[in-house]
């Protein structure tokens, strides 16, 4: 079993921040269902071996999410349910900011809080690709598979990079919050095209990418120190005060800051590590 992080070749890194490896067999009830609080994140994913229900708990949508998936940007928290044929083998491609949006050649607003199925939007090949992923001997062959395709990708790419993609990446390691003007200035546009082309690159406005970026930062950092009390988090991520920090988190999570971090704690991945 696996869940891991793993880096990009040189070639692809600046377009593949990085892939997510997970491979899991049964699971216990309790751990099947993993809350996916929001987060700035764009994906391609092969669901090899299993795949996963994704259900909205504000609209109560339930929905099987496609072998071959694209991930568009994340604007409110999902619950995944994870089901084993007979395990469950998934490979996630976690683009860099705007390298989707470069890669396919078209407006990322509109895979906004959407799961595509990848193989309508992309190209067919795909479905080898899930095969070779399903059948390699081991972990860094499915890599090798993945990086084969996306190599491919690149020699017809669709999009030229732009200094937006650079603002991403800074909002996305650093979300303190930042002018929109000063933004703007570092892309030589102005405000209104700024906005409109970053949500285009992005599929989200610059203020709720900051937004959703710092709220998961906190998050995460909370979880990496559970001895902290949570102003102290708020404070260290610029949050005025705590109630702001709750605000986001029930835009974001749909609960209170421990609610998630109690949900949180039984993720299917978890059982990788008992």
């Known amino acids: 079993m696996i869940y891991q992080e793993i880096v990009p070749c040189l070639a692809l890194q600046p377009f593949v921040q990085n892939y997510l490896l997970c491979n899991v067999g049964s699971m216990p009830e309790e751990f099947s269902v993993k809350p996916y609080p929001t987060r700035v994140e764009q994906a391609l994913v092969f669901f090899a071996r299993g795949y996963i229900q994704s ?37 996630m491609v976690v683009f860099q900011p705007g390298a989707m949006f470069r890669l396919l050649g078209f407006a990322n607003p509109e895979l906004t ?9 992309v190209d067919k090949e795909l479905r080898s690709v899930n095969d070779r992923i399903a059948n390699a001997d081991s972990y860094p062959q499915m890599i090798s598979h993945a990086e084969e395709y996306l190599l491919r990708k690149l020699r017809c790419i669709q ?74 988090v708020a404070v260290h991520f610029g949050y005025t005060d705590y109630y ?25 991945e978890i059982i990788v590590n008992l």
Not at 247 to 261: E, G, R, S
Request: charged fraction near 25%; charge should be positive.
């Open 55 to 91: 259900h909205d708990p504000i609209t109560g949508k339930t929905s099987k999410i496609a072998h071959n998936a694209l991930f568009g940007q994340q604007v409110s928290r999902l619950n995944f349910r994870t089901f084993t044929e007979p395990d469950f083998l998934m490979l």
């Open 159 to 232: 999009r030229e990079k732009h200094p937006i993609d650079k603002i991403g990446q800074l909002l996305l390691a650093n979300p303190t919050p930042f002018s929109l003007d000063w933004l703007a200035n570092q892309a030589n546009l102005s405000a209104r095209q700024f906005e409109r082309k970053f949500s285009e690159r992005m599929g989200i406005g610059p203020k709720l990418y900051s937004r959703i970026s710092r709220f998961y930062q906190a998050f995460q950092y909370k979880e990496r120190h559970p001895g902290l009390d949570w102003l102290t």
């Open 244 to 268: 702001h920090l709750v605000k986001d988190f029930k835009q974001f999570a749909n609960v209170t800051p421990n609610l998630m971090i109690k949900e949180y704690a039984k993720r299917p």
């Open 113 to 121: 809080a959407m799961f595509c199925d990848a193989e309508l939007i």
